[in-house]
């Protein structure tokens, strides 16, 4: 069966740098796209980005472009997403998903991880 | 950017139909899936490529999709269907969007 298991809550400060990340099984890790989706408290889906782990190729969507980094170890079939400098604005629930092998939907999703950002 | 657009909120009685809708003007060209996210849960796929649904997925779900409207039917609502509903598409560059998002209360 696939999954995709996620990492732990976290608790920030504004500035901290922060990695987290989402471990997929059951599947050939390598071959199947993976991308994140934000999910601010009490709003709507956000797509950011989705990264190839068999070559690392990586789509940021715009509005996310040099705000995250997005990559993964595929010796691990881990994918991780990453923030040099987070705000308060970053709070949020983090979720990854698994993009269908027959198209551009996604098919298997993370539990997500509960990101909260405060001084 | 693309948008695609959601009602904010559709609100049925059970054993009722209830229709979500998302536009968008690529929809006549690119798919678009749905998903449920209920309060709490990951959101999951209940509908792809405008009408296909996935293995588990009851048969009161279903899609359509006329021009640059594309809707997501459930048939005899049940109290568990109360969640909120995503669709997803891409624009022109193949870049991935969701809707806004539609609640759906069942009354």
């Known amino acids: 069966e696939v999954h995709l298991v996620q990492s732990e809550a976290e608790v920030k400060k504004p500035g901290e740098s922060l990695k987290i990340s989402c471990k997929g099984s059951?599947?050939?890790?390598?071959?199947?796209?993976i991308g994140w989706v934000r999910q601010k408290p009490g709003k709507g889906l956000e797509w950011m980005g989705i990264m190839y782990p068999g070559d690392s190729d990586i789509r940021y969507s715009p509005s996310f472009q040099g705000q995250v980094t997005i990559s993964a170890d595929k010796s691990i079939s881990i994918a991780y997403l990453q923030w040099s400098g987070l705000k308060a604005s970053d709070t949020a629930t983090y979720y990854c998903a698994r993009r269908s092998s027959e198209g551009s939907w996604l098919d298997t999703w993370g539990q997500g991880t509960l990101v909260s950002v405060s001084s | 950017s693309y948008e695609l657009t959601q009602p904010p909120s559709v609100s049925v009685s059970p054993g009722q139909t209830a229709r979500i809708t998302c536009s968008g003007d690529r929809l006549p060209k690119q798919y678009v899936h749905w998903y449920r996210v209920r309060p709490g849960q990951a959101p999951i796929l209940v509908i792809h490529k405008d009408t296909e649904r996935p293995s588990g997925i009851p048969e009161r779900f279903s899609g359509s999709t006329s021009g640059t409207t594309v809707t997501l039917t459930i048939s005899g609502v049940q109290a568990e269907d109360e969640a909120d509903y995503y669709c997803q598409s891409a624009d022109i560059t193949g870049l991935w969007v969701f809707g806004g998002g539609s609640k759906l209360t069942v009354l």
């Open positions: 059951g599947y050939n890790f390598t071959t199947y796209w």
